[in-house]
């Protein structure tokens, strides 16, 4: 497994960490809807970046998809579930608009899975 296969299978587990953290922090926080959906958002991902590690490490033709598909995942999740949990926790944004571009980046990664599962692979 290549050093940016290994990054991304770490930071799929730093996601399912930082989620489980993110709902038990939202269950003793009053109003923390905004806590919760970061929670959804890091653990509905982390088996998402897991996956693309493994398939990265595969050594297929698609190999730059799937590690462009989980940056596009990693730093989409940062800014969305980030700026969610920095305004549910400290009630300040991370910066403005970075939810939402958060988010596009989260589509934009899960349509380059998309564009992966095309890629045929040659053996």
């Given at each position: 497994?290549?050093?940016?296969?290994?990054?991304l299978l770490a930071l799929g587990a730093l996601a399912g960490l930082l989620g489980v953290?993110?709902?038990?922090?939202?269950?003793?926080?009053?109003?923390?809807?905004s806590l919760k959906t970061a929670a959804q958002l890091l653990l509905f991902h982390a088996p998402a970046l897991l996956a693309l590690a493994a398939l990265s490490a595969t050594g297929t033709t698609h190999r730059p998809v799937t590690r462009l598909?989980?940056?596009?995942?990693?730093?989409g999740l940062t800014l969305f579930?980030?700026?969610?949990?920095?305004?549910?926790?400290?009630g300040t944004a991370l910066f403005p608009m970075a939810a939402p571009i958060g988010g596009v980046l989260l589509m934009g990664g899960w349509l380059l899975i998309a564009v992966a599962a095309l890629i045929p692979t040659q053996r």
């Amino acid at each position: 497994m290549k050093g940016l296969d290994r990054a991304l299978l770490a930071l799929g587990a730093l996601a399912g960490l930082l989620g489980v953290a993110a709902s038990a922090a939202a269950a003793h926080v009053s109003g923390a809807d905004s806590l919760k959906t970061a929670a959804q958002l890091l653990l509905f991902h982390a088996p998402a970046l897991l996956a693309l590690a493994a398939l990265s490490a595969t050594g297929t033709t698609h190999r730059p998809v799937t590690r462009l598909a989980g940056a596009g995942l990693v730093l989409g999740l940062t800014l969305f579930a980030g700026d969610l949990a920095l305004r549910a926790l400290h009630g300040t944004a991370l910066f403005p608009m970075a939810a939402p571009i958060g988010g596009v980046l989260l589509m934009g990664g899960w349509l380059l899975i998309a564009v992966a599962a095309l890629i045929p692979t040659q053996r």
